[in-house]
Each structure stands twice: as C-alpha cells, then as structure tokens.
C-alpha cells in the first residue's frame, strides 16, 4: 500500500526533552516537508528537503532539526529550544516541478504531540 | 513575502444552495494557487488547481490575478461537501506551499 507513514500518532513529552517524530513514503518522491497544524493558524511550514542530504528552513524552523539520508525518511525532532511545542504535525511529499509547475503533494496522517 | 489569507474560519450553509470559499493572497509575481481539502477522518488532499482549469465534485476556482483572489465556488452544495478547505500558493518556480488558516465548511441538511 503506497504512501506517506507518519509515527507515532500521538506521543506524549516532558518539557525539557527532545523528541523525533517519523515520516517513510514509498512513493519515490524526492521532496518532503515538514508542516505544523495548529487550530486558527492553518498550516506552516518547518522544514522542506527536495533531493537527498540537502534540506531548507522554512517558515518556523527556529526550535526544530530534520535529516534527509535517505530518499524514503525525513524524521523531524522537537528540540527543548521549541517553545510552544504542543501541536499537530504533518508530513508530506511530492515529485517536485512537473512541466513547469509545483508538484502535488501527498500528505500523513499526521502526528499529535502534546508536551506536559 | 507571499501570503495566503481565507477570511472566513468556518461557513455554513444549507443543501443545495451556492458556496464560495474566499482566498485572498499577496505575492507580487506569477503565483500558482491550490485548493486542498480535508474531510472527516481523511488525510489532507488535493481538491483542484489554478493551472488545470477543471471542476472536481462540481467545485471551479478562477484565478483572478487583479484582484489577487483564487475563491473556491460550488453552484449547490451537498453534504459530502462538510470539511476543512485550504487556499494555497507556490511562487513561481518554487515547490513549497503556503497555506491560508483554513475554512471549515459545513453544509446543513
């Protein structure tokens, strides 16, 4: 079954630790992003990486780090340095620029991170 | 910096009458612009976009660059309708997307 596989669904912190949330697609995409949902605020992008061992900040990457070793994996970790770090995360991909125009993107079911 | 903005955090409306879902944005080149729908209990998906000019589950979206709009209309809504809608935008030659806040639609039978 083709996808994006976003783990775990919901994950409990402390403050003060650091946590990784997963993202695997089997699409052969080569860009993933990384964006936070939070109610009001529609969606806003972290981190985005178009091709392996290359990634870019985004809009709110202050508190947050990714790695790109691997086509199919952008994990994301939650650095203690992220203040308000309690919100829904999305994972996404896509195959890039087609023809001149933005690729669409597939989306994860997301994951629910919530610090106590 | 280009922006996104959708007016409206929630609409509701009756079965069978007409929606438009308003977006507005701020980018000073040629933007592509995206609509991306959410329903109850399903990921994140794409609904339609300016360039394809087409009608998915009856709903159009023009691109009116003088007025810097890209509003999501349906001639008369049904209740599979009800769900989260994003405005978005790609600047050109870019892969990102910036998305507006999000409208919840709700269409009462």
């Known amino acids: 079954d083709g996808g994006i596989t976003q783990s775990p669904k919901y994950l409990f912190r402390k403050e003060g630790q650091n946590v990784t949330l997963s993202c695997e697609q089997n699409?052969?995409?080569?860009?993933m992003y990384w964006y936070r949902q939070d109610p009001g605020q529609g969606l806003r992008l972290i981190y985005y990486?178009?091709?392996?061992?290359?990634?870019q900040k985004g809009d709110i990457a202050e508190g947050y780090s990714v790695s790109r070793e691997k086509k199919e994996s952008f994990p994301l970790t939650v650095t203690s340095a992220q203040k308000n770090p309690t919100a829904f995360y999305l994972c996404a991909s896509s195959r890039g620029r087609q023809g001149g125009s933005t690729g669409e993107l597939f989306f994860g079911e997301g994951s629910r991170l919530t610090v106590l | 910096a280009q922006r996104v903005t959708q007016p409206e955090k929630l609409l509701s409306v009756f079965k069978g009458a007409p929606v438009e879902l308003k977006c507005n944005y701020s980018?000073?080149?040629?933007?592509?612009l995206f609509w991306y729908v959410q329903y109850s209990r399903q990921r994140l998906q794409l609904l339609l976009r300016h360039i394809s000019r087409e009608s998915i589950k009856g709903f159009t979206a023009d691109l009116n660059k003088g007025e810097t709009s890209f509003h999501l209309k349906k001639p008369f809504a049904q209740e599979e309708d009800s769900a989260m809608y994003y405005c978005a935008l790609a600047r050109e030659g870019a892969q990102k997307l910036v998305f507006g806040q999000g409208t919840r639609l709700t269409i009462n039978p």
């Open positions: 990486s178009q091709i392996v061992n290359d990634f």
């Open positions: 980018y000073s080149g040629s933007p592509e």
């Open positions: 699409l052969n995409h080569d860009a």
